[in-house]
């Protein structure tokens, strides 16, 4: 239901171009989540609707004054007392099954069925900006994603700072991002397209810049993309890292590195520890009183999807 009272803000969005609504959505995650948007607008015109037109009709109708039709003398009525009982209790038994219905679908520790393995990706949360490291590949990007499209992204995400929420609203869903801990997302884009991707938690100044693009490519672009990443010649070992890792912007690492922002900061390799060295600098304080924390127990933490 959280997500349905994101729905006044949303519809504002909705009008401002693609790929930044899951009212366009742009993977199997975004359109459930649109389509029981609208099943559940609709339901709920059932006492909106009325309520609209009746309010200012009983208001005129029993109106005081001269000439108008007032009857003060109520009377107990069980046809009126099931009606505006009745139609409630069956609507919030409606919306209920709906929303259970779609409770698997809307998992985001749930696996997307394909017939492709997943595309894995670890994201690591910084001040302003958002750093994604394919271990697979061996590559890393910040500010810019690339999927491939048709195929299911298995995320794993952590934050090397606070508390941080990950978004990509045409690809459905959110999750949150802890220091310490791990969460999973899964994710899948069915059609190309530049995507936003933002930080929804109001954690702090610049939270509202640390957006990024993630780049929906078909399978044989996406190659292209990681092929072209390889030779960008630019490791992210501990000490690149620690330069990333600092408060700023994506734009104020030029003063560090030779790239240019709207193509994002790509690193041809990538330290094969570094998304767990980032978990694990914040374990101990963790595990301090209290141990169910995460991936690692085996143990899910579902934070709102």
């Not at 259970?100 to 949360?125: N, T, W």
């Not at 271990?135 to 299911?152: L, Y």
Request: glycine share 8%; aromatic share 10%.
């Amino acid at each position: 239901m959280g997500r349905l009272a994101a729905l006044a803000p949303v519809l504002l969005l909705a009008g401002c171009g693609s790929g930044i609504s899951f009212l366009d959505p742009h993977g199997p995650v975004a359109a459930t989540q649109r389509d029981l948007l609208f099943q559940v607008t609709g339901w709920m015109m059932i006492v909106v609707l009325p309520a609209i037109f009746l309010v200012p009709f009983v208001a005129w109708r029993f109106r005081r004054r001269r000439n108008a039709t007032y009857r003060p003398n109520w009377r107990f009525s069980w046809p009126l007392e099931i009606l505006v009982w009745g139609v409630p209790i069956i609507l919030v038994c409606i919306l209920a099954s709906l929303v259970l219905g779609k409770a698997r679908a809307l998992d985001p520790y749930a696996p997307i069925p394909s017939d492709l393995p997943p595309l894995e990706v670890e994201v690591v949360g910084l001040d302003y900006k958002w750093l994604f490291i394919y271990p697979e590949q061996n590559i890393a990007s910040v500010g810019v994603m690339a999927v491939p499209v048709d195929r299911p992204v298995h995320f794993r995400l952590t934050s090397d700072t606070v508390m941080q929420s990950f978004m990509i609203p045409a690809l459905g869903s959110q999750i949150y991002a802890m220091a310490g801990m791990v969460t999973e997302l899964n994710l899948m884009a069915d059609r190309p397209g530049v995507l936003m991707g933002q930080n929804t938690q109001f954690n702090g100044f610049g939270f509202q810049d640390q957006k990024f693009d993630t780049l929906a490519l078909p399978q044989a672009e996406f190659d292209r993309w990681i092929a072209a990443a390889r030779t960008a010649g630019r490791s992210l070992d501990q000490g690149a890292y620690a330069l990333v890792s600092q408060k700023g912007k994506l734009a104020d690492l030029r003063s560090r590195f030779d790239f240019d922002p709207q193509k994002g900061l790509i690193f041809s390799t990538v330290d094969p520890d570094l998304f767990g060295t980032v978990v694990s600098r914040y374990r101990a304080h963790a595990d301090h009183g209290n141990t169910a924390s995460d991936h690692a127990t085996g143990e899910h933490h579902h934070a709102d999807h």
